[in-house]
T-cell receptor, first 116, second 113 residues
Framework: GAGVSQSPRYKVAKRGQDVALRCDPISGHVSLFWYQQALGQGPEFLTYFQNEAQLDKSGLPSDRFFAERPEGSVSTLKIQRTQQEDSAVYLC??????????????FGEGSWLTVV | DAKTTQPTSMDCAEGRAANLPCNHSTISGNEYVYWYRQIHSQGPQYIIHGLKNNETNEMASLIITEDRKSSTLILPHATLRDTAVYYCIVSPGNNNAGNMLTFGGGTRLMVKP
């Protein structure tokens, strides 16, 4: 498709289980972002990639959260030993770099994680 | 922390113009005003952005005050499908900084028939 694609769309994990969330950005987009959105709140920044380089991971809440983008396209957000407070929607977004123009960020539909 | 202040919620009659205000009194000279919206169960959707001039596209118009301390997003003819949370964001607008979009609470717009 033409947009940012995320999978799985919904995930229920038992507490302590590891989960992996996948993001396929828009083709050709070099910038990729992960956000976390708790119920009733706005999205909060987690981490940012420019191609395969993770330039900012200041928003990752703990060392249980790990993101990668090894080939500069698809990205995976991994959460180890999930806890109930990890329950949220995880949004992936991408943008292109066009010289001299502002870069619009496009979001995926999100992966809804529920930890029970 | 979000650099914008928006009303928590607003109602609008279907077919009428929806005017959503946003205060950004601490905006810097290189920061743009972005508007996104989030319809229930979907990811945020880009609407429009501007620096100091008013902007218009197929979705909305953005009016920025001369001192740039506030702005208004205008949906000229609101429909039921415009019911969503609308986020006003100020950002430098480049990708050198990872956290280029800092979302606040937004305005929950309810379009009523």
């Amino acid at each position: 498709g033409a947009g940012v694609s995320q999978s799985p769309r919904y995930k229920v994990a038992k507490r302590g289980q590891d989960v992996a969330l996948r993001c396929d950005p828009i083709s050709g987009h070099v910038s990729l972002f992960w956000y976390q959105q708790a119920l009733g709140q706005g999205p909060e920044f987690l981490t940012y990639f420019q191609n395969e380089a993770q330039l900012d991971k200041s928003g990752l809440p703990s060392d249980r959260f790990f993101a990668e983008r090894p080939e500069g396209s698809v990205s995976t957000l991994k959460i180890q030993r999930t806890q109930q407070e990890d329950s949220a929607v995880y949004l992936c977004a991408s943008s292109s770099r066009e010289a001299g123009r502002r870069n619009t960020i496009y979001f995926g539909e999100g992966s809804w994680l529920t930890v029970v | 922390d979000a650099k914008t202040t928006q009303p928590t919620s607003m109602d609008c009659a279907e077919g009428r113009a929806a005017n959503l205000p946003c205060n950004h009194s601490t905006i810097s000279g290189n920061e743009y005003v972005y508007w996104y919206r989030q319809i229930h169960s979907q990811g945020p959707q880009y609407i429009i952005h501007g620096l100091k001039n008013n902007e218009t596209n197929e979705m909305a118009s953005l009016i920025i005050t001369e001192d740039r301390k506030s702005s208004t997003l205008i949906l000229p003819h609101a429909t039921l499908r415009d019911t969503a949370v609308y986020y006003c964001i100020v950002s430098p607008g480049n990708n050198n900084a990872g956290n280029m979009l800092t979302f606040g609470g937004g305005t929950r717009l309810m379009v009523k028939p």
